[in-house]
């Protein structure tokens, strides 16, 4: 299921995307369009290249890219570095959120901020903003003056990332399990929180998730399966709501498709944030 959108629209579109991980082949030609301001939910079997997927679009250096290509605004993705990819609008929220001691939140995300922007944020804007995010994503008032991540539980680190995609605005967000370890309350505040940005900022979503709950929450209009490094279906929320009641094994026998032995998860520890922003936070040093 694709729309169809306007030239102006910032669209991503991946084209036969192979991706290897230590030599060993993840992802076998995947294609994917995903146009300004919609959201796509990605799901699959754990170890069939949903995490690869969000890092290879992203730039992580574990990752590389043996075929295809990736486009986002009418530019060639691959050829960005990390921090590029950033600035020009991608983030990923991560599914393993990094520890940064030494750098607050609000000096990471002020320096965020200001690589985006011709002329410095001020001071009492960026508080301003601040304050508000941290009251959306109802934490504790310290949050800006904490080192980033650092003796955060787990479902607070989530939070935090929702935190970096509010201040951040970016035109299209990656959320990788970003609903894993959130308490009912929280996957409701988390949720409401990236509908909220969704609406303001005709942001794009791409939602990788297990959890029919949090899509419901967010609605994504589409839904892709991913199978054994590919694409292997594409639906509507009817999609990810039958593999909430029914599971997977229906996809393998109606389509024919043989179940590969399991691949290790990744665990992906980049955030996004860190790697735009690394050369100005060095520079204050």
């Given at each position: 299921?694709?729309?169809?959108?306007?030239?102006?629209?910032?669209?991503?579109?991946?084209?036969?995307?192979?991706?290897?991980v230590e030599?060993?082949?993840?992802?076998?030609?995947?294609?994917?369009?995903?146009?300004?301001?919609?959201?796509?939910?990605?799901?699959?079997?754990?170890?069939?290249?949903?995490?690869?997927?969000?890092?290879?679009?992203?730039?992580?250096?574990?990752?590389?890219?043996?075929?295809?290509?990736?486009?986002?605004?009418?530019?060639?993705?691959?050829?960005?570095?990390?921090?590029?990819?950033?600035?020009?609008?991608?983030?990923?929220?991560?599914?393993?959120?990094?520890?940064?001691?030494?750098?607050?939140?609000?000096?990471?995300?002020?320096?965020a901020i200001?690589?985006?922007?011709?002329?410095?944020?001020?001071?009492?804007?960026?508080?301003?903003?601040?304050d508000k995010?941290?009251?959306?994503?109802?934490?504790?008032?310290?949050?800006?003056?904490?080192?980033?991540?650092?003796?955060?539980?787990?479902?607070?680190?989530?939070?935090?990332?929702?935190?970096?995609?509010?201040?951040?605005?970016?035109?299209?967000?990656?959320?990788?399990?970003?609903?894993?370890?959130?308490?009912?309350?929280?996957?409701?505040?988390?949720?409401?929180?990236?509908?909220?940005?969704?609406?303001?900022?005709?942001?794009?979503?791409?939602?990788?998730?297990?959890?029919?709950?949090?899509?419901?929450?967010?609605?994504?209009?589409?839904?892709?399966?991913?199978?054994?490094?590919?694409?292997?279906?594409?639906?509507?929320?009817?999609?990810?709501?039958?593999?909430?009641?029914?599971?997977?094994?229906?996809?393998?026998?109606?389509?024919?498709?043989?179940?590969?032995?399991?691949?290790?998860?990744?665990?992906?520890?980049?955030?996004?944030?860190?790697?735009?922003?690394?050369?100005?936070?060095?520079?204050?040093?």
């Amino acid at each position: 299921m694709i729309s169809e959108k306007g030239d102006d629209m910032k669209t991503l579109e991946i084209s036969n995307l192979h991706v290897s991980v230590e030599d060993k082949e993840i992802l076998r030609g995947v294609d994917l369009i995903v146009h300004q301001g919609e959201a796509h939910a990605l799901m699959g079997p754990n170890g069939n290249g949903k995490s690869t997927l969000l890092a290879a679009v992203m730039g992580d250096p574990r990752y590389t890219v043996t075929e295809g290509s990736i486009i986002y605004d009418g530019k060639d993705v691959l050829k960005m570095p990390v921090n590029e990819r950033s600035i020009a609008g991608l983030f990923l929220g991560m599914q393993y959120p990094q520890e940064i001691p030494g750098v607050t939140n609000s000096d990471f995300l002020r320096a965020a901020i200001n690589v985006r922007r011709e002329t410095p944020i001020s001071l009492f804007q960026f508080i301003k903003q601040m304050d508000k995010t941290i009251s959306d994503l109802q934490m504790n008032e310290d949050l800006a003056h904490r080192f980033l991540n650092e003796g955060f539980s787990g479902g607070e680190k989530k939070r935090n990332e929702i935190v970096q995609l509010e201040m951040l605005k970016p035109s299209l967000a990656m959320l990788d399990e970003i609903d894993s370890g959130l308490d009912v309350d929280a996957i409701k505040i988390v949720a409401d929180a990236i509908s909220s940005i969704r609406k303001e900022n005709n942001m794009s979503l791409i939602i990788v998730s297990h959890y029919e709950r949090f899509l419901e929450l967010i609605r994504p209009e589409f839904t892709h399966v991913l199978v054994n490094g590919r694409i292997a279906l594409n639906g509507g929320p009817e999609l990810y709501e039958r593999i909430d009641k029914e599971g997977y094994d229906w996809i393998y026998s109606d389509y024919g498709i043989e179940p590969e032995k399991q691949q290790k998860q990744e665990k992906t520890r980049i955030s996004i944030g860190s790697c735009a922003v690394r050369e100005s936070l060095e520079g204050k040093k």
